[in-house]
């Protein structure tokens, strides 16, 4: 780490957020308490948040903030756009799996009777908006996990360069933004790791700006009634994804919309989601149960090491 940087990394959103900031160190403790205020609006876990009081206002009108109601509102453009790939509406299902309580508490998610399992998600069709206000439909509910810590990560690092640091990089729990000056040379470095063995990096990638998201099934999971369950669900079914993807990255200009992109292209499956990531224009990794690469637009672009290369892995941004 240059001379010029500081970082810092602490819990949050279910995760780790890891921050490196180029400039005043100091910007260190307005990026934490950021994070903090923005997960008390937005965790599903928290009875007291906005989006809690979203999801229990009952077919109401309820009133947001312009953070919770922009968060909100891209939440749903990414599910018209993605053709429903991309829902929020899934929460539900979810609950139904087993995924009822925070990962980063104790103990793990359970099973829960709360929703039949196998129902396919309502949709964001009847969600409506007026001014900074939001209705769901009765019986409608949301989940703002992963482009939450996506859009967290869009708001911090823009927050942070407006505050006067010169080169920024948050990491939302593997939601990627990085903007400005790095602390050495012309690029961030930023590891894209093996899911399938977490102490090795499948690639790692050199951005002067911009975004990277990787989506998994090989993470957040948890047994119901002997059956393997993971956090990724099929709107269309309402039951946990299965295919031949277990792992989609994705390279764009902000982090919630990589996310979105990456959640998407694991639900399409590889034929399909490499066809969504190309339609989109971004760089994309879909990396398939036997462990086969398949990159997607102009990923190769963005490849600074892989374990191919001749010399050592550099370390990463974040």
């Known amino acids: 780490m240059a001379a010029n940087a500081a970082e810092t990394s602490f819990p949050a959103m279910g995760s780790r957020t890891h921050v490196i900031v180029v400039g005043d160190p100091k910007l260190l403790g307005m990026a934490r308490s950021r994070v903090e205020e923005l997960e008390a609006r937005w965790s ?51 609950e139904a799996a087993g995924y009822v309580g925070s990962f980063a508490a104790s103990p793990p998610p359970s099973p829960t009777s709360a929703a039949p399992e196998g129902r396919p998600a309502p949709g964001c069709t009847d969600i409506e908006f007026d001014g900074h206000r939001v209705r ?18 869009d708001v911090l690092v823009s927050e942070l360069i407006e505050a006067g640091a010169h080169g920024v990089c948050v990491n939302m729990g593997g939601d990627l933004r990085v903007s400005g000056a790095p602390p ?54 309402g039951t946990c994804t299965h295919n031949d993807v277990d792992t989609v990255s994705v390279i764009a200009a902000e982090s919630h919309w990589a996310e979105v992109l990456a959640k998407s292209a694991l639900v399409a499956g590889v034929t399909a989601g490499t066809g969504l990531l190309h339609t989109w224009g971004v760089a994309g990794l879909l990396v398939t149960e036997d ?28």
Do not use: M, Y
């Open 136 to 153: 769901l439909p009765r019986g409608v509910r949301i989940d703002l996990g992963g482009i939450g810590k996506g859009f967290a990560a």
């Open 291 to 318: 462990g086969a690469a398949h990159p997607a637009g102009p990923w190769k672009e963005f490849v600074a090491w892989t374990p191919n290369s001749i010399g050592t892995s550099p370390g990463p941004a974040g």
């Open 184 to 237: 050495d040379g012309v690029a961030w470095t930023v590891a894209v790791a093996d899911e399938a063995n977490p102490q090795r990096d499948r690639a790692q990638l050199a951005l002067s700006e911009g975004a990277v998201a990787t989506s998994t099934r090989l993470r957040r999971r948890w047994q119901q009634d002997g059956q393997h369950r993971h956090h990724l669900i099929d709107p269309t079914t």
């Open 44 to 94: 599903r876990f928290r009875p007291d948040s906005e989006l809690s009081a979203l999801n229990a206002a009952d077919g109401a009108w309820c009133a947001l903030s312009p953070l919770t109601f922009a968060l909100v509102s891209k939440a749903v453009l990414a599910w018209d756009v993605t053709g429903g790939l991309f829902d929020p509406t899934i929460l539900p299902a979810l």
